[in-house]
């Protein structure tokens, strides 16, 4: 006999019996002509092309289960990846989303992360919505989310536009999400260091904005085309640390980007390395009106690939998948 409802996991229901739970729940693209139900979904193009960008999250280098709620695990699957089309300056139309869990994983789980995609899509990027994807099974939880985007007539906006004498603007924060993921590691596990549900809510109570900025970021996502109307020359999501990501910006530029302390915030090395902040780093003429939510954070010089602050060297941090991972899966 089946478990009741409550208790109910995938091994005992069949892929289109779990389809057939998470599907009322997930939103409706705006773009599409045909949704799930047939091999693959049919939309609309306007301009003629689309923007088009992936991601993965997997439980232990990705999450921690005990510190995620299943709602989180779909807000922030869907928000890293409207903020890299947002970063290209389009507008996020669609996704396609893949699931692979373990058997035993209830179905409660499946359900509030398909309510944590379309809150997320709602909030974020309105009349974006899930258009398809798989389910598996797999030893991890992992979600894999390819997001479409439109350029709306515009060109998109590249990483190598930018040029000496630009300003570098800033949507978005900075060093909140590294700040939250250090108070997990450090209040959220027990005595043996592994991370602790209760333990991990009582300091997301206490610290709402870190630790809801590492587990459900906010990313600034209409601010994409905003900056692209405003004439933004190059664009990128800030994922794996401002001083990462600016060094990449200013490689495929060509140009230097210093930045100023005094605009970092209270803690520059935060600032600077902490990682998934997901905000958008902007080039702009100089003397351009910037777009609201954008500030300006630094110029970009003509000292090909450097980064520096106040004209100094500082040291680098920022997140990497293949370093620092103990093989936990929390």
């Not at 904005?209 to 190059?234: K, M, N, Y």
């Not at 060094?247 to 230097?256: E, H, I, Q, T, W």
């Not at 997901?278 to 630094?298: D, K, S, W």
Request: aromatic content about 4%.
């Amino acid at each position: 006999m089946n478990a009741g409802p409550a208790t109910e996991t995938l091994a005992e229901l069949s892929e289109g019996e779990v389809l057939a739970r998470i599907f009322p729940r997930l939103p409706d693209a705006a773009t599409q002509l045909l949704g799930p139900g047939d091999d693959a979904a049919v939309l609309r193009a306007p301009d003629g092309r689309y923007v088009v960008t992936t991601d993965m999250m997997i439980q232990g280098p990705d999450f921690r289960m005990a510190w995620s709620t299943p709602h989180d695990l779909g807000w922030k699957a869907a928000a890293t990846n409207l903020s890299d089309v947002a970063a290209m300056g389009a507008r996020p139309t669609a996704l396609v989303v893949a699931i692979a869990a373990p058997p035993s994983t209830p179905i409660s789980v499946i359900e509030g992360i398909a309510d944590g995609l379309r809150e997320c899509c709602a909030a974020l990027a309105p009349g974006c919505g899930v258009v398809g994807g798989d389910l598996s099974a797999s030893d991890a939880l992992t979600l894999a989310v390819t997001a479409f985007g439109d350029l709306e007539g515009r060109e998109p906006v590249l990483r190598s536009g930018a040029r000496a004498g630009d300003v570098v603007a800033l949507a978005g924060g900075l060093g909140e999400a590294g700040a939250g993921l250090a108070l997990l590691f450090r209040h959220g596990v027990d005595t043996n260091g592994v991370p602790d549900a209760a333990l991990a809510a009582a300091v997301r109570e206490r610290y709402p904005v870190e630790v809801g900025a590492q587990l459900a970021p906010t990313p600034p996502i209409d601010r994409g085309p905003a900056a692209s109307l405003a004439g933004a020359t190059a664009m990128m999501d800030l994922s794996d640390g401002l001083f990462i990501d600016a060094g990449r910006l200013a490689k495929a530029s060509g140009v230097g980007i210093d930045f100023a302390a005094d605009s970092l915030g209270d803690s520059v090395g935060l600032a600077l390395g902490g990682g998934e902040d997901h905000g958008l780093l902007a080039t702009f003429p100089a003397g351009a009106v910037l777009p609201e939510g954008f500030r300006v954070i630094g110029t970009a010089t003509d000292a090909a690939g450097t980064v520096l602050v106040d004209g100094r060297t500082h040291e680098q941090g920022g997140w990497d998948p293949y370093r620092g991972w103990d093989g936990a899966l929390g």
